[in-house]
């Protein structure tokens, strides 16, 4: 991750026979910290247990994703759009 943090999170759903994304593309860092690790396993929405030995498991990764371009395309429509600078404070108009 280190040499090539360059990633993409893409989010896929469906309303009726249409589908659409979310896609987040940017840099991502491990997050190593235990308290946000631990956090983040509590939030999820199925236990990690089943996989993992918990938060603390050198073999479960977490990234966080610095975004740097965020678009979304609803079911249905014919295209993303570009919503970075909706999402993103601080992002040039």
């Known amino acids: 991750m280190a040499a090539h943090p360059e990633v993409a999170a893409l989010v896929m759903f469906r309303k009726g026979d249409d589908s659409g994304y979310l896609r987040i593309c940017g840099r991502a860092e491990p997050v190593d910290d235990y308290a946000e690790r631990k956090r983040i396993a509590d939030a999820a929405a199925f236990s990690l247990e089943y996989r993992w030995k918990g938060a603390s498991d050198p073999n479960l990764s977490f990234v966080r994703i610095a975004p740097e371009r965020i678009e979304y395309m ?20």
């Open 74 to 93: 609803r079911p249905g429509d014919d295209g993303a759009k570009d919503v970075t600078v909706d999402l993103l404070p601080g992002v040039a108009k």
